[in-house]
């Protein structure tokens, strides 16, 4: 799922507390409750022609394959940052609270990146519960996951519903 879809969640429901440690707690929440939700990566990193038909359970797929979410991480990365430019600067949301949300919505896709680059196996235990986690409910589904078409433009028209309803 988009770290901008995370975030922007995060940002949502740091609007409801002003206490730091539960707008942490919630971002944090709030990542593994959408991950169960199937959204499309793992027809994104099998591909068209791949030989596997499906993305193992137990997070054995290659590192070519990870790369092919990287063109979408950059794109992703960019509109993050144009959101927070956005509501930090223009609607003048709380800072502190903003970026605290924004850490605690990442957090788990930060260790991912750690294990990416570091391979150390503390990471990669951690990186396999996050890595199952996606895989509940997508194993159970035909194709192994949904269309990443549909689950890109949901995104879409929810991170615009959400920074629409946070200008008015
Ligand atoms: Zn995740």
Redesign the pocket.
Known sequence: ?FGTT?ALTGIVLSQTTSDLPAVFGLSFLS??V??FIPHGDNLIVLGKNSKEKRVPFDLSFSQAAFRKLIPYAIVDGIILIGALIYLLFVIRLDPTKTIVAVIGALF??GI?FLYKITKWSFFRKLEKY?HK??QVITRYLPKGDVSPVISISLQIAFAVVVLWTLSI
């Open positions: 799922m995370h990542h593994i959408l991950d788990i896709d991912a996050h986690i996606h």
